[in-house]
């Protein structure tokens, strides 16, 4: 059970990531401040770094959460399973995740169109790449190793790329499909 504190700061949190993407989305990730931010939330500017180390990290900041819960899926498939269909069948746990239809489009709108965006998202899926190459590893029988080995790492890479370029297209289709849908379309091609 959280602490009245936790929920205070998690609603504070939902409420000054909320009242951002509304800005953003009406006057461009540019163009909107962190100032402009915490005062449409009530808040000074340095109270608003309590929450966000960044304003790119409003958008993209959960992401490392959402590794976590693409590593726990990928452990969680039969140990039979090869490391492609795992590694597809972990990313489509994705499609579970908490966040509204909403909410996920407007990420994908904001990050496909915003270049620092985009680059924070991409060291984010750094993060993935180290959370998910040991298990894909392991799936394969290979030995652990400081240096990954060029095809785990590769299998990774490739179901990462095939995740942002659904992204991109579901973006650019304005939502339109699911975004799990396009991702297979885009997997199963790489796979071909």
Not at 99 to 111: F, I, N, V
């Amino acid at each position: 059970m959280s602490t009245l504190r936790e929920r205070n700061r998690k609603a504070a949190h939902t409420e000054i990531r909320d009242t951002a993407i509304r800005l953003f989305m009406d006057q461009g990730f540019e163009n909107t401040t962190i100032e402009q931010i915490a005062a449409a939330v009530g808040m000074s500017p340095r109270t608003f770094f309590r929450y966000f180390a960044t304003k790119e990290d409003i958008v993209v900041g959960d992401l490392v959460g959402l590794g976590e819960v693409v590593l726990s899926a990928l452990q969680a498939r039969p140990p039979q399973e090869g490391p492609w269909e795992a590694m597809v069948a972990a990313l489509a746990a994705l499609a579970d995740a908490p966040e509204t239809p909403r909410h996920a489009l407007e990420t994908a709108l904001l990050t496909t169109a915003n270049p620092s965006l985009r680059a924070r998202h991409l060291e984010k899926h750094v993060r993935w790449q180290e959370l998910l190459v040991p298990e894909i590893e392991r799936r394969m029988g290979i030995e652990p190793d400081p240096v990954p080995d060029p095809r785990a790492h590769a299998i990774v890479g490739a179901c990462l790329t095939c995740l942002d370029t659904a992204m991109e297209i579901w973006a650019r289709r304005n939502g339109e499909g699911t975004l799990e849908e396009i991702y297979l379309e885009a997997f199963t091609a790489i796979r071909s």
